[in-house]
Antibody
């Protein structure tokens, strides 16, 4: 069974750094694209970017390029989303999700993590 | 960037009724790279349809997808109580973007 388990909720102050994680299991982690999706509470879904863990090929949405960093460690089957300096506007629920089309950078998301709530407040 | 516009924003219906949800793209989504998701409160989205019309594993056949080019439709033939939720479309033709969602609520 494919599972994506995300790290727990975070509360940060503006300007702090943050790294959240997503551990995949039940499939070959290195050769499946995995992505991040933002959801502001009560709002819609925003595609942030994706990574191919085997060679760390990364594609960002123009809206998030330069705002976050996506990475992965295939040796431990874990993807990451990080910020150097969070802002109040980064307050949201962040989901990781696995591509359904094996090996393709353009795909729907077949499996989703449970979400990590990030709250940024002074 | 391809912008997806979903309509209506809210769809009030009763159990047993037919639901028709629209997703319109600002540019043609070739190869029908269009997916639909269902999201219930407090839960992650769940894949319903991909390739515009292929049901994901375990999805009941009351859910169907159709369309091509710039106009796509998700139809729920007869609403069950558990179908009242928010539905999102996603294009994965050029990069990827989501629609803003349609809420199917109990009338």
């Amino acid at each position: 069974e494919v599972q994506l388990v995300q790290s727990g909720a975070e509360v940060k102050k503006p300007g702090e750094s943050l790294k959240i994680s997503c551990k995949g299991s039940g499939y070959t982690f290195a050769t499946s694209w995995i992505g991040w999706v933002r959801q502001v509470p009560g709002k819609g879904l925003e595609w942030m970017g994706i990574i191919y863990p085997d060679d760390s090929d990364i594609r960002y949405s123009p809206s998030f390029q330069g705002q976050v960093t996506i990475s992965a460690d295939k040796s431990i089957g874990t993807a990451y989303l990080q910020w150097n300096s969070v802002k109040a506007s980064d307050t949201a629920l962040y989901y990781c999700a696995r591509h359904g089309r094996a090996g393709y950078s353009n795909s729907y998301f077949e499996s989703w993590g449970q979400g990590t709530l990030v709250t940024v407040s002074s | 960037e391809i912008v997806l516009t979903q309509s209506p924003g809210t769809l009030p219906l009763s159990p047993g009724e037919r639901a028709t949800l629209s997703c319109r793209a600002s540019q043609s989504v070739t190869s029908n790279y269009l997916a639909w998701y269902q999201q219930k409160p407090g839960q992650a989205p769940r894949l319903l349809i991909y390739g515009a019309s292929t049901r994901a594993a375990g999805i009941p056949d009351r859910f169907s997808g159709s369309g091509s080019g710039t106009d796509f439709t998700l139809t729920i033939s007869s609403l069950e109580p558990e179908d009242f939720a928010v539905y999102f479309c996603q294009q994965y033709h050029r990069s990827s973007t989501f629609g803003q969602g349609t809420t199917v609520e109990i009338k």
